[in-house]
């Protein structure tokens, strides 16, 4: 009975053993297998997919919108890209200091050939160049021959655009650089239903009129006109 007992005993051990292994066996195999699908999961983690041609924010978000062209979309900016550089349209302030007897600020807006008259009617090329650097001309101009003395100021206004008549929300427009009529137009989130798009009126400082036929500028960028400071972009409302 003893003996019997004994190798019962030993049998059971044995097995239990046996199983204990195969638990181990597995535990191993599963927690490989795990270690293998986390850093599958964090390798694809990693990897930002690209689909070709496809934008959903910036200049070409709404390239394919009938009425916006390529361009910001609306409210959005593009950072602080105006510099210090005088341009076509911008309105200036020029202050003359220092002065027996004192003369008058004067508001000048850059005309379209880059030029401002100021005293004694004469004529400055004001864009392209900085404030300081325009400042000093001005000031070599006039110091010694006409003036013992001057110092020149000149402040440059906020610089806006007008988009008015059969657009979504007309309204002031900040001028963030270079823009033209189609830009214009989507800045102003677009044309109405009940728009002319073929005859849209660029009125610039001074009352000259310019007319855009934005369907021919959609496909010939030659027809879309240039936006400066101060402009108007006037859609008219179509007769039917």
Same mark, same amino acid.
């Given at each position: ?6 190798r019962r005993s030993n049998t ?62 609306? *409210? #959005?900016?593009?950072? /602080? ?5 005088? $341009?076509?349209?911008?309105? %200036? ?63 440059r206004s906020d610089l806006f655009?007008?988009?008015? *008549? #059969?657009?979504?929300? /007309? ?5 963030? $650089?270079?823009?033209?009529? %189609? ?18 009126f660029l009125i610039r400082p ?35």
């Amino acid at each position: 009975m003893n003996e019997f007992c004994g190798r019962r005993s030993n049998t059971d051990e044995r097995v239990a053993n046996l199983c204990m292994m195969k638990v181990i066996k597995l535990f191993r195999y599963l927690a490989a297998l795990c270690g293998l699908v986390l850093a599958g999961l964090l390798g694809t983690g990693c990897q930002t997919e690209s689909v070709p041609g496809a934008q959903t924010t910036g200049a070409g978000a709404f390239a394919d919108v009938p009425g916006f062209p390529s361009g910001p979309a609306p *409210g #959005e900016t593009r950072g /602080p890209i105006i510099t210090d550089q005088i $341009g076509i349209g911008d309105s %200036l302030l020029i202050s003359f200091n220092d002065l027996n007897p004192p003369q008058p600020a004067m508001e000048q807006v850059v005309r379209e050939d880059g030029t401002i008259t100021l005293l004694l009617n004469k004529t400055f090329n004001a864009a392209g160049k900085s404030r300081g650097k325009l400042e000093e001309e001005i000031r070599a101009f006039y110091v010694p021959d006409y003036y013992k003395q001057m110092t020149v100021n000149i402040k440059r206004s906020d610089l806006f655009y007008i988009v008015s *008549g #059969e657009v979504k929300s /007309p309204n002031r427009q900040l001028y963030l $650089g270079p823009t033209s009529v %189609l830009r214009a137009v989507a800045s102003a989130n677009g044309f109405t239903d009940f728009a002319n798009k073929r005859k849209v009126f660029l009125i610039r400082p001074g009352k000259k009129r310019e007319v855009v036929d934005c369907i021919k500028a959609l496909t010939d960028p030659s027809q879309d006109l240039p936006v400066y400071p101060g402009d108007i972009v006037h859609v008219k409302r179509r007769i039917f």
